[in-house]
């Protein structure tokens, strides 16, 4: 019986990637984004031409509302959920100074990037505690969180904020759910190459010039794809909590 992932954030970049990886190694998928499908029909149809088992739910994740829907259409339609990848996440609509930045801002990234991610977890969860295991594992949560969670960025404080709490909800959830084989990863990419980045897109690459980056190129969404791949696999049966870097080796301290 083919295992279920939900993966947030999917229409395209790192979570449409995400999502066709999985279903290559054979994953049935629900796809979460906030747009109607119709905007992402070119992805979809890569899906659908792969013969992909997918249904693609439109969600607004900040609102506890759409989170119990995504999980109810999700088990009225394929029974379980073996995996949820938390990777929907929003930029500031304007960098700012942190002297400057608004509460609205702010509100809004932790509402999106932060919330969504605890609170669905948390459905997540409860979920998959009352599922039979499967190889072992009774359920895998793979957060996408950011470098920004350990690397300062003043000018947009609070999505390395909201990336922090995303990297301690990890933590937390792997602690709590260990036990009943639920095990939780956190993945931190670097610079990855989407349309988050366009803004910045000639700031990185004068960064990957002048050596700022072991690994000097641009990351790619099916870098993380690969990450999210071995994680999701259920194969790492003797770790939780842990993090990867799909950084390129970003933060190596070196002299």
Known sequence: ????????????????????RLAEA???????????EEKYKDNLEILKAAQADFCYIQADLSKNEDRIRC?????????RM??????AGVAPKERRDLLDMTEESFDRLI?????SVMFLSQLAAKQMLMQDKRDGVRGIIVNISSMSANVTSVNRGEYCVSKAGVSMLTKLYADR???????VYEIRPGIIETDMTETVHEKYSKLFREGGCPIARWGKPEDVADAAEILCSGRLKYTTGQIL???????????
């Open 245 to 255: 870097n799909v950084d390129g080796g970003f933060q190596i301290q070196r002299l």
């Open 177 to 183: 759910l260990a036990g009943d084989q639920i095990y």
């Open 82 to 87: 073996d995996v949820l990848v938390n990777n």
């Open 26 to 36: 054979g994953f049935q998928l629900a796809l979460v984004a906030s747009s109607p």
């Open 111 to 115: 509402a999106v990037n932060t919330k």
């Open 71 to 79: 999980v109810e259409t999700v088990i009225g339609k394929y029974g």
């Open 1 to 20: 019986m083919k295992k279920t992932a939900i993966v947030t954030g999917a229409g395209r970049g790192i979570g449409f990637a995400i999502a066709k």
